[in-house]
């Protein structure tokens, strides 16, 4: 099983990016997916998450700039996307992107940075 992040980056305040998480070796269209973040020296966080139904779910910090999607293609690898935009500096931290597929059961990637400079 593996969760890949890619697309983070250093950008400046106002500017957007586009995170994509690909998820493979596993029935990911039964498991609720989302992104979350850590800041240096802070807990990690729930920035989005998108249900195997579809059922989205924002932070409050994320409402109205960032939008989750996810793209399940049978039989073939998963993609789970952050579209993030208006990124201000306390966006900046490590995103990570999780699977969560039964009560015993869930995955995560090894993180993206994400830096915002103002």
């Known amino acids: 099983v593996q969760l890949v992040e890619s697309g983070g980056g250093s950008v400046q305040a106002g500017g957007s990016l586009r995170l994509s998480c690909a998820a493979s070796?596993?029935?990911?269209?039964?498991?609720?997916m989302g992104w979350y973040r850590q800041a240096p020296g802070g807990e990690r966080d729930m920035v989005s998450t998108?249900?195997?139904?579809?059922?989205?779910?924002?932070?409050n910090s994320a409402k109205g700039r960032f939008t989750i999607s996810r793209n399940m293609p049978k039989n073939s690898e998963h993609t789970l996307y952050l579209q993030m935009a208006n990124l201000r500096s306390d966006d900046t931290a490590m995103y990570y992107c999780?699977?969560?597929?039964?009560?015993?059961?869930?995955?995560w990637g090894a993180g993206t940075q994400v830096t915002v400079s103002s």
């Open positions: 998108i249900s195997a139904r579809g059922i989205i779910k924002y932070d």
């Open positions: 999780a699977a969560s597929c039964t009560q015993y059961v869930s995955f």
């Open positions: 070796g596993y029935d990911f269209s039964k498991c609720e």
